[in-house]
């Protein structure tokens, strides 16, 4: 098979999102990776997928989707979220080395698949390249034309550090594409750009997304 592999890092439920102060900050994490799990699967290109993640209940979700799905350490710590990176690209060392990568975040709950379609072929005209996000100087996606020549720097600021790495820039892609999602704010920007079945229900009622855990 060949296409893109495609590296999904994924939190635990109950680490992820700790900016999105809501309650229901640990449904909405896990919407937020349903969702992108079914848009990666459905994108043309795409032809396999690494989930890595601590959390327990995502192995029968992988399984339902056909996506393989390899056991990290919470990601909980400073860097984790690029050992996790590190962890998917060894999958796709061995099992496609010669077909291009990319990491897709959890955390993009308004992408579909002719956004990611989109963004793939402008990422796969660069040998390393990233995609920015909207707001906070952050990446969303990242690519290699070879998984040997994957890099990451998530994190803070990660936008600035990837361009010191050498990766291109890509800014020409769906808005969508660069929609992440780490604030009560960004969410109800992600709602009016339209977002997944996962997080259309798990964000009912809007009215009551804003109360804070005890």
């Known amino acids: 098979m060949t296409g893109w592999t495609v590296v999904v890092p994924a939190k635990p439920w109950h680490l992820a999102k700790t900016r999105l102060r809501t309650v229901r900050r640990a449904d909405l994490a896990r919407?937020?990776?349903?969702?992108?799990?079914d848009v990666v699967a459905a994108t043309d290109g795409v032809g396999r997928i690494v989930l890595v993640s601590a959390e327990p209940a995502l192995a029968a979700e992988a399984r339902r989707r056909d996506v393989a799905i390899l056991a990290d350490r919470p990601l909980g710590t400073p860097g984790r979220l690029n050992t996790a990176v590190t962890i998917g690209r060894g999958w796709a060392f061995t099992h496609a080395p010669s077909d291009p990568v990319v990491v897709v975040p959890a955390d993009l709950p308004s992408l579909d698949p002719l956004a990611l379609a989109s963004a793939l072929s402008a990422l796969g005209d660069h040998?390393?390249?990233?995609?920015?996000?909207?707001?906070?100087?952050?990446?969303?996606?990242?690519?290699?034309?070879?998984?040997?020549?994957?890099?990451?720097?998530?994190?803070?600021?990660s936008a600035a550090r990837h361009q010191r790495l050498g990766l291109r820039r890509?800014?020409?892609?769906?808005?969508?594409?660069?929609r992440d999602v780490d604030t009560l704010d960004d969410l109800?920007?992600?709602?009016?750009?339209g977002v997944g079945p996962h997080t259309r229900e798990a964000a009912r009622p809007h009215d009551a997304l804003a109360a804070h855990p005890a």
């Open 170 to 178: 890509v800014e020409e892609v769906p808005l969508v594409v660069r």
């Open 188 to 193: 109800a920007d992600a709602l009016e750009l």
């Open 31 to 37: 919407a937020f990776l349903l969702d992108v799990l």
């Open 127 to 157: 040998e390393r390249a990233f995609v920015p996000d909207l707001a906070r100087g952050g990446t969303t996606l990242v690519s290699a034309a070879t998984a040997g020549r994957l890099r990451s720097a998530y994190g803070s600021g």
